[in-house]
């Protein structure tokens, strides 16, 4: 039998030098803190589900059990309960794995790194079923309240309002938002690079390009309330002045 090497085990000197690319891209979580009596806490996370389905949909989720004790009742089930709502949990904080409660419980990965961005409102009214585009541009007029969720996946997407913390703008194309931009705007989503995203005051709690994102707090002050427009360049958000006379 020989002992030479097979060609899947010989090492390849030039793979010590190869460069590993990384890339980083941030994602809006929410943290979810579910409260004794658990049943109730469902009852009113179902309520919320039937008035803004889009709102939690592919969103990931910390679950926080800070306000929980090892022996709240329901807890051993809760993490199911959570996924037969189609919930993505990411992460799980504030509980210990040695509760007898959650010794069946699937724990994420830890996470490191994430930074608070304050409370999230979450919508109070029945959302309007999505709103999708079938030409090239889609003109919304009015706001885009909570909870809503608006698409164009064949153009650009123009808002005559404001987009509320919570609501969802979506396009293909460049998305023009005349008023404050406080929710999530994600365009370029057919992988055009090309496409930006305007609005007349920022503040919004995500903004995305062609795959690549940007968090509310990543923006700094001197942005935050300001004209802007916002392209990719080099696999990264730029914000630029829409007011040639600020900067």
């Known amino acids: 039998m020989s002992n030479t090497p097979s060609a899947s085990t ?12 990384a890339r ?7 943290i ?3 409260e004794a009596p658990l049943d109730s806490w469902l009852q009113a996370l179902d309520a919320q589900l039937a008035r803004s389905p889009d709102f939690f949909r ?3 989720l ?3 059990l800070e306000l929980m004790t090892p022996d709240a009742a329901g807890l051993a089930e809760l993490q199911e309960a959570l996924r037969q709502r189609g919930l993505n949990i990411i992460g799980i904080e504030g509980g210990q794995r040695d509760w007898p409660a959650l010794k069946g419980w699937d724990w994420p990965s830890r996470l490191n790194g994430g930074r608070a961005t304050g409370p999230v409102a979450l919508p109070e009214e029945p959302a309007p079923a999505p709103l999708t585009g079938s030409g090239e541009t889609l003109v919304v007029e009015g706001p885009v309240r909570s909870g809503r969720s608006i698409e164009n996946p064949d153009g650009d997407l ?13 396009a293909a194309g460049s998305i023009h938002v ?4 406080r929710g999530r705007a994600i365009a370029g989503i057919a992988g055009n ?3 930006c995203i305007y609005t007349t005051r920022l503040e919004a709690e995500l903004l995305a390009l062609n795959g690549y994102y940007m968090v509310s707090e990543e923006l700094t002050a001197d942005w935050i309330g300001q004209p802007a427009r916002i392209q990719l360049q080099d696999d990264q958000l730029i914000l630029h002045p829409l007011d040639a006379e600020r900067r």
């Open 10 to 21: 010989v090492p390849d000197p030039a793979a010590s030098q190869r460069r590993i690319r």
């Open 32 to 34: 979810l803190s579910p």
């Open 193 to 195: 690079a090309e496409a």
């Open 178 to 181: 005349y008023g404050p931009l």
């Open 58 to 60: 592919s969103r990931p």
């Open 24 to 30: 980083g891209r941030s994602y809006l979580a929410l």
């Open 158 to 170: 123009i808002i005559l309002g404001a987009v509320s913390s919570g609501a969802e703008v979506v």
């Open 62 to 64: 910390i679950l926080d």
